[in-house]
Protein backbone atom coordinates (compact mmCIF):
# COMPACT_ATOMS: atom_id res chain seq x y z
CA UNK A 1 0.00 0.00 0.00
CA UNK A 2 3.03 2.48 0.70
CA UNK A 3 4.52 1.68 -2.25
CA UNK A 4 1.39 2.30 -4.69
CA UNK A 5 0.77 5.16 -2.25
CA UNK A 6 4.43 6.17 -3.33
CA UNK A 7 4.03 5.81 -7.12
CA UNK A 8 1.22 7.51 -7.89
CA UNK A 9 2.30 10.73 -5.12
CA UNK A 10 5.52 10.87 -6.92
CA UNK A 11 3.46 10.63 -10.46
CA UNK A 12 1.31 13.77 -9.58
CA UNK A 13 4.30 15.37 -8.06
CA UNK A 14 6.09 14.89 -11.80
CA UNK A 15 2.36 15.72 -14.06
CA UNK A 16 2.35 18.96 -11.41
CA UNK A 17 6.34 19.64 -12.38
CA UNK A 18 5.30 18.97 -16.16
CA UNK A 19 2.64 21.32 -15.92
CA UNK A 20 4.90 24.46 -15.22
CA UNK A 21 7.83 23.20 -16.52
CA UNK A 22 6.01 23.12 -19.94
CA UNK A 23 3.72 25.57 -19.57
CA UNK A 24 6.07 27.91 -21.59
CA UNK A 25 5.83 25.70 -24.48
CA UNK A 26 1.81 26.84 -25.22
CA UNK A 27 2.20 30.02 -23.88
CA UNK A 28 5.92 31.84 -24.47
CA UNK A 29 5.05 33.20 -28.32
CA UNK A 30 1.56 34.72 -27.36
CA UNK A 31 3.12 36.16 -23.80
CA UNK A 32 6.53 37.80 -25.94
CA UNK A 33 3.75 39.11 -28.72
CA UNK A 34 1.99 40.56 -25.92
CA UNK A 35 -0.74 39.18 -27.70
CA UNK A 36 -2.25 38.13 -24.23
CA UNK A 37 -0.62 39.00 -20.51
CA UNK A 38 0.78 36.18 -19.03
CA UNK A 39 -1.81 35.54 -16.38
CA UNK A 40 -4.38 35.53 -19.37
CA UNK A 41 -2.48 33.17 -21.11
CA UNK A 42 -1.60 30.87 -18.07
CA UNK A 43 -5.36 30.40 -17.92
CA UNK A 44 -5.58 29.77 -21.00
CA UNK A 45 -2.91 27.25 -21.61
CA UNK A 46 -4.39 25.37 -18.39
CA UNK A 47 -7.68 24.99 -19.72
CA UNK A 48 -6.52 23.80 -23.14
CA UNK A 49 -3.84 21.14 -21.44
CA UNK A 50 -7.07 20.37 -19.08
CA UNK A 51 -8.88 19.47 -22.41
CA UNK A 52 -5.86 17.93 -24.57
CA UNK A 53 -5.39 15.40 -21.77
CA UNK A 54 -8.81 13.82 -21.97
CA UNK A 55 -8.45 12.27 -25.30
CA UNK A 56 -6.89 9.65 -26.63
CA UNK A 57 -4.69 6.79 -24.91
CA UNK A 58 -1.95 5.94 -27.41
CA UNK A 59 1.34 7.69 -26.13
CA UNK A 60 0.03 6.01 -22.77
CA UNK A 61 0.13 2.54 -23.68
CA UNK A 62 3.71 3.17 -25.59
CA UNK A 63 5.01 4.50 -22.37
CA UNK A 64 3.42 1.90 -20.04
CA UNK A 65 4.15 -1.26 -22.19
CA UNK A 66 6.00 -0.42 -25.25
CA UNK A 67 9.85 0.72 -24.24
CA UNK A 68 10.36 -2.11 -21.64
CA UNK A 69 9.34 -5.66 -20.68
CA UNK A 70 6.87 -4.87 -18.11
CA UNK A 71 7.59 -8.61 -16.58
CA UNK A 72 10.74 -6.87 -14.70
CA UNK A 73 8.64 -3.91 -13.70
CA UNK A 74 7.73 -3.32 -10.31
CA UNK A 75 5.97 -0.34 -8.67
CA UNK A 76 9.87 0.30 -6.93
CA UNK A 77 11.00 0.39 -10.23
CA UNK A 78 7.93 3.17 -11.58
CA UNK A 79 8.36 5.44 -8.07
CA UNK A 80 12.63 5.37 -9.21
CA UNK A 81 11.17 5.86 -12.61
CA UNK A 82 9.12 8.99 -12.02
CA UNK A 83 11.58 10.50 -9.04
CA UNK A 84 14.70 10.75 -11.97
CA UNK A 85 12.35 12.36 -14.06
CA UNK A 86 11.33 14.51 -11.65
CA UNK A 87 14.86 15.06 -10.58
CA UNK A 88 15.85 16.10 -13.70
CA UNK A 89 12.89 18.80 -14.38
CA UNK A 90 13.38 20.50 -11.07
CA UNK A 91 17.14 21.10 -12.34
CA UNK A 92 16.35 21.90 -16.10
CA UNK A 93 13.90 24.28 -14.64
CA UNK A 94 15.69 26.18 -12.33
CA UNK A 95 17.94 27.27 -15.19
CA UNK A 96 15.66 28.06 -17.32
CA UNK A 97 16.36 24.95 -20.15
CA UNK A 98 13.26 23.99 -21.84
CA UNK A 99 14.11 19.83 -21.45
CA UNK A 100 12.26 17.41 -22.40
CA UNK A 101 10.05 15.91 -19.51
CA UNK A 102 8.64 13.20 -21.71
CA UNK A 103 12.31 11.98 -22.65
CA UNK A 104 13.29 12.62 -18.42
CA UNK A 105 10.32 10.37 -17.97
CA UNK A 106 11.80 7.72 -20.84
CA UNK A 107 14.97 7.39 -19.63
CA UNK A 108 13.88 7.32 -15.82
CA UNK A 109 11.78 3.92 -16.39
CA UNK A 110 14.79 2.57 -18.84
CA UNK A 111 16.90 2.81 -16.51
CA UNK A 112 15.42 1.82 -13.15
CA UNK A 113 14.15 -1.14 -15.73
CA UNK A 114 17.88 -2.20 -16.61
CA UNK A 115 18.36 -1.92 -12.94
CA UNK A 116 15.67 -4.40 -11.95
CA UNK A 117 16.74 -6.73 -14.37
CA UNK A 118 20.33 -6.97 -13.28
CA UNK A 119 21.71 -5.27 -16.14
CA UNK A 120 20.01 -7.19 -18.95
CA UNK A 121 19.95 -4.73 -21.89
CA UNK A 122 17.14 -7.44 -23.29
CA UNK A 123 14.52 -6.01 -21.15
CA UNK A 124 14.36 -2.47 -23.34
CA UNK A 125 12.39 -2.85 -26.05
CA UNK A 126 14.55 -1.30 -28.61
CA UNK A 127 13.66 -2.37 -32.37
CA UNK A 128 9.96 -1.95 -31.53
CA UNK A 129 9.77 0.44 -29.12
CA UNK A 130 12.74 2.79 -27.96
CA UNK A 131 14.18 3.67 -31.83
CA UNK A 132 11.66 3.89 -33.59
CA UNK A 133 9.37 5.97 -30.88
CA UNK A 134 11.56 7.79 -29.07
CA UNK A 135 15.04 8.38 -30.53
CA UNK A 136 14.56 8.88 -33.79
CA UNK A 137 11.42 10.99 -33.35
CA UNK A 138 13.52 12.92 -30.58
CA UNK A 139 16.17 13.54 -33.85
CA UNK A 140 13.51 14.57 -36.53
CA UNK A 141 10.84 16.52 -34.49
CA UNK A 142 12.99 19.09 -33.98
CA UNK A 143 14.08 18.98 -37.87
CA UNK A 144 10.51 19.00 -38.32
CA UNK A 145 9.93 22.14 -36.28
CA UNK A 146 12.47 24.18 -37.59
CA UNK A 147 11.66 22.73 -41.74
CA UNK A 148 8.50 23.54 -41.26
CA UNK A 149 7.97 26.97 -39.37
CA UNK A 150 10.41 28.39 -41.61
CA UNK A 151 8.31 27.26 -44.63
CA UNK A 152 4.94 27.82 -43.49
CA UNK A 153 6.54 31.46 -42.19
CA UNK A 154 8.26 31.94 -45.59
CA UNK A 155 5.08 30.92 -47.40
CA UNK A 156 2.90 33.76 -44.91
CA UNK A 157 5.48 36.16 -45.67
CA UNK A 158 4.73 35.80 -49.77
CA UNK A 159 0.59 35.96 -49.04
CA UNK A 160 0.98 39.27 -46.97
CA UNK A 161 3.78 41.14 -48.32
CA UNK A 162 1.19 43.47 -50.03
CA UNK A 163 -0.97 44.40 -46.59
CA UNK A 164 -0.12 46.54 -44.56
CA UNK A 165 2.25 45.91 -41.16
CA UNK A 166 -0.99 47.16 -39.14
CA UNK A 167 -3.73 44.84 -40.80
CA UNK A 168 -1.10 42.08 -40.37
CA UNK A 169 -0.36 42.76 -36.65
CA UNK A 170 -3.57 43.30 -35.96
CA UNK A 171 -5.15 39.93 -37.77
CA UNK A 172 -2.53 37.85 -36.32
CA UNK A 173 -3.10 39.04 -33.06
CA UNK A 174 -6.44 37.31 -33.11
CA UNK A 175 -5.57 34.23 -34.80
CA UNK A 176 -2.26 33.58 -32.52
CA UNK A 177 -5.20 33.27 -29.37
CA UNK A 178 -6.41 30.06 -31.44
CA UNK A 179 -2.96 28.45 -31.99
CA UNK A 180 -1.74 29.24 -28.95
CA UNK A 181 -5.31 27.59 -27.52
CA UNK A 182 -4.19 24.12 -29.84
CA UNK A 183 -0.97 23.73 -28.78
CA UNK A 184 -1.74 23.92 -25.52
CA UNK A 185 -4.28 20.90 -26.12
CA UNK A 186 -2.05 19.23 -28.04
CA UNK A 187 0.36 19.18 -25.02
CA UNK A 188 -2.03 18.28 -23.18
CA UNK A 189 -3.20 15.36 -25.19
CA UNK A 190 1.00 14.00 -25.74
CA UNK A 191 2.01 15.05 -22.17
CA UNK A 192 -0.43 13.45 -19.77
CA UNK A 193 -0.43 10.67 -21.42
CA UNK A 194 3.17 9.77 -20.40
CA UNK A 195 1.85 10.36 -16.38
CA UNK A 196 -1.17 8.54 -17.03
CA UNK A 197 0.84 5.56 -18.73
CA UNK A 198 2.67 5.30 -15.78
CA UNK A 199 0.44 4.99 -13.07
CA UNK A 200 -1.43 2.56 -15.15
CA UNK A 201 2.06 0.08 -15.05
CA UNK A 202 1.93 0.29 -11.67
CA UNK A 203 -1.23 -0.51 -11.14
CA UNK A 204 -0.80 -3.09 -13.77
CA UNK A 205 2.05 -4.82 -12.33
CA UNK A 206 1.02 -4.53 -8.89
CA UNK A 207 -2.08 -6.09 -10.18
CA UNK A 208 -0.56 -9.14 -12.03
CA UNK A 209 1.92 -9.55 -8.65
CA UNK A 210 -1.28 -10.09 -6.44
CA UNK A 211 -0.29 -6.58 -4.84
CA UNK A 212 -4.34 -5.91 -4.49
CA UNK A 213 -5.57 -9.27 -3.43
CA UNK A 214 -5.95 -9.03 0.37
CA UNK A 215 -7.02 -5.52 0.24
CA UNK A 216 -10.59 -4.03 1.17
CA UNK A 217 -13.29 -3.93 -1.37
CA UNK A 218 -13.45 -0.89 -1.63
CA UNK A 219 -9.60 -1.01 -3.32
CA UNK A 220 -11.07 -2.76 -5.92
CA UNK A 221 -10.82 -0.13 -8.56
CA UNK A 222 -7.27 -0.13 -8.26
CA UNK A 223 -6.87 -3.59 -9.81
CA UNK A 224 -6.37 -3.41 -13.50
CA UNK A 225 -5.76 -6.82 -14.75
CA UNK A 226 -5.39 -5.21 -18.52
CA UNK A 227 -3.22 -2.40 -19.32
CA UNK A 228 -6.69 0.07 -19.89
CA UNK A 229 -6.21 3.21 -18.65
CA UNK A 230 -9.05 3.63 -15.74
CA UNK A 231 -11.01 6.71 -15.85
CA UNK A 232 -9.75 7.85 -12.30
CA UNK A 233 -6.46 8.42 -13.60
CA UNK A 234 -7.38 10.08 -16.78
CA UNK A 235 -8.93 12.36 -14.59
CA UNK A 236 -6.30 12.96 -12.11
CA UNK A 237 -3.90 13.44 -14.11
CA UNK A 238 -5.57 16.18 -16.63
CA UNK A 239 -6.55 18.00 -13.61
CA UNK A 240 -2.90 18.17 -12.30
CA UNK A 241 -2.18 18.62 -15.72
CA UNK A 242 -3.94 22.20 -15.55
CA UNK A 243 -3.10 22.66 -11.73
CA UNK A 244 0.86 22.78 -13.11
CA UNK A 245 0.09 24.68 -16.34
CA UNK A 246 -1.31 27.18 -14.08
CA UNK A 247 1.20 27.72 -11.58
CA UNK A 248 3.27 29.26 -14.75
CA UNK A 249 6.90 28.52 -15.69
CA UNK A 250 8.19 31.92 -15.64
CA UNK A 251 11.93 30.74 -15.82
CA UNK A 252 11.23 28.70 -19.44
CA UNK A 253 8.57 31.23 -20.50
CA UNK A 254 11.36 33.66 -20.40
CA UNK A 255 14.09 31.59 -22.11
CA UNK A 256 12.22 30.83 -25.32
CA UNK A 257 9.72 33.80 -25.55
CA UNK A 258 11.99 36.17 -25.04
CA UNK A 259 16.04 34.71 -25.70
CA UNK A 260 15.95 32.64 -28.85
CA UNK A 261 14.32 35.55 -30.97
CA UNK A 262 12.02 38.31 -30.70
CA UNK A 263 9.21 38.00 -32.70
CA UNK A 264 5.74 39.35 -33.48
CA UNK A 265 2.20 37.89 -33.64
CA UNK A 266 2.57 36.43 -37.03
CA UNK A 267 5.75 34.61 -36.12
CA UNK A 268 3.91 33.69 -33.07
CA UNK A 269 1.31 31.86 -34.75
CA UNK A 270 3.54 30.42 -37.57
CA UNK A 271 5.84 28.52 -34.60
CA UNK A 272 2.44 27.25 -32.62
CA UNK A 273 0.40 26.04 -35.47
CA UNK A 274 3.62 24.02 -37.13
CA UNK A 275 4.03 22.76 -33.54
CA UNK A 276 0.87 21.56 -32.68
CA UNK A 277 0.28 19.87 -36.30
CA UNK A 278 3.39 18.11 -35.46
CA UNK A 279 2.45 17.14 -31.83
CA UNK A 280 -0.89 15.84 -32.83
CA UNK A 281 -0.11 13.82 -35.68
CA UNK A 282 2.86 12.07 -33.11
CA UNK A 283 0.41 11.85 -30.55
CA UNK A 284 -2.31 10.12 -33.19
CA UNK A 285 0.52 7.40 -34.12
CA UNK A 286 1.48 7.02 -29.94
CA UNK A 287 4.55 8.42 -30.26
CA UNK A 288 5.39 10.19 -26.78
CA UNK A 289 7.26 13.48 -28.51
CA UNK A 290 8.89 16.12 -26.89
CA UNK A 291 6.87 19.18 -26.91
CA UNK A 292 9.44 21.04 -26.07
CA UNK A 293 12.05 20.41 -28.75
CA UNK A 294 9.30 21.15 -31.47
CA UNK A 295 8.36 24.20 -30.35
CA UNK A 296 11.73 25.64 -29.69
CA UNK A 297 12.81 24.62 -33.03
CA UNK A 298 9.30 26.37 -34.94
CA UNK A 299 10.41 29.57 -33.14
CA UNK A 300 14.09 28.85 -34.60
CA UNK A 301 12.83 28.21 -37.88
CA UNK A 302 10.24 31.10 -37.83
CA UNK A 303 13.08 33.10 -36.64
CA UNK A 304 15.75 32.37 -39.39
CA UNK A 305 13.18 33.07 -41.52
CA UNK A 306 12.48 36.65 -40.43
CA UNK A 307 16.46 37.57 -39.91
CA UNK A 308 19.09 34.31 -39.34
CA UNK A 309 20.87 36.31 -37.38
CA UNK A 310 18.42 37.50 -35.20
CA UNK A 311 18.40 34.13 -33.65
CA UNK A 312 20.64 33.86 -30.30
CA UNK A 313 22.72 30.57 -30.89
CA UNK A 314 24.52 30.62 -27.34
CA UNK A 315 20.92 30.34 -26.24
CA UNK A 316 20.02 27.47 -28.50
CA UNK A 317 23.62 26.03 -27.75
CA UNK A 318 22.52 25.51 -24.43
CA UNK A 319 19.37 24.77 -25.09
CA UNK A 320 20.52 21.45 -27.35
CA UNK A 321 22.89 20.23 -25.03
CA UNK A 322 20.11 19.85 -22.17
CA UNK A 323 18.08 18.09 -24.68
CA UNK A 324 21.54 15.57 -25.71
CA UNK A 325 21.71 14.90 -21.82
CA UNK A 326 18.14 14.18 -21.05
CA UNK A 327 17.77 10.86 -21.71
CA UNK A 328 21.47 9.50 -20.45
CA UNK A 329 20.69 11.28 -17.31
CA UNK A 330 17.88 10.75 -16.07
CA UNK A 331 18.37 7.17 -17.25
CA UNK A 332 21.96 6.85 -14.97
CA UNK A 333 19.43 8.54 -12.03
CA UNK A 334 16.77 5.78 -12.49
CA UNK A 335 19.35 2.99 -12.47
CA UNK A 336 21.13 4.18 -9.23
CA UNK A 337 17.83 4.75 -7.30
CA UNK A 338 16.62 1.21 -8.54
CA UNK A 339 19.89 -0.67 -7.56
CA UNK A 340 19.97 1.18 -4.16
CA UNK A 341 16.46 0.84 -3.08
CA UNK A 342 14.89 -1.73 -5.34
CA UNK A 343 14.53 -5.53 -5.28
CA UNK A 344 16.38 -6.95 -8.69
CA UNK A 345 14.93 -10.54 -9.85
CA UNK A 346 16.88 -13.40 -8.79
Not at 27 to 50: C, E, G, H, K
Not at 63 to 90: Q, Y
Not at 314 to 325: D, H, K, M, S
Amino acid sequence: MLTLTLVILAAVIFEYSNGFHDAANAIATVVSTRVLTPRQAIAMAAFFNFTGALFGGAVASTIGKGLVDTEVVTMTTVLCAVVAAFSWNIATWWFGLPSSSSHALIGGLCGAALAAARGEWSVIKWNEGVWPKVVLPMIASPVAGFVFGALFMFLLLIALHRFTPHFVHSLFGKLQIFSAAWMAHSHGTNDAQKTMGIITLALFTGTKAGSFDHWPRWLDFLKTPSFLLPKWVIALCAVTMAAGTAAGGWRIIRTLGHRVVKMQPVHGFAAETTAALIIQAASYYGIPLSTTHVISTSIMGVGAVKRFTGIRWTVVERIVWAWVFTLPATALIGYILERAIGTPRP
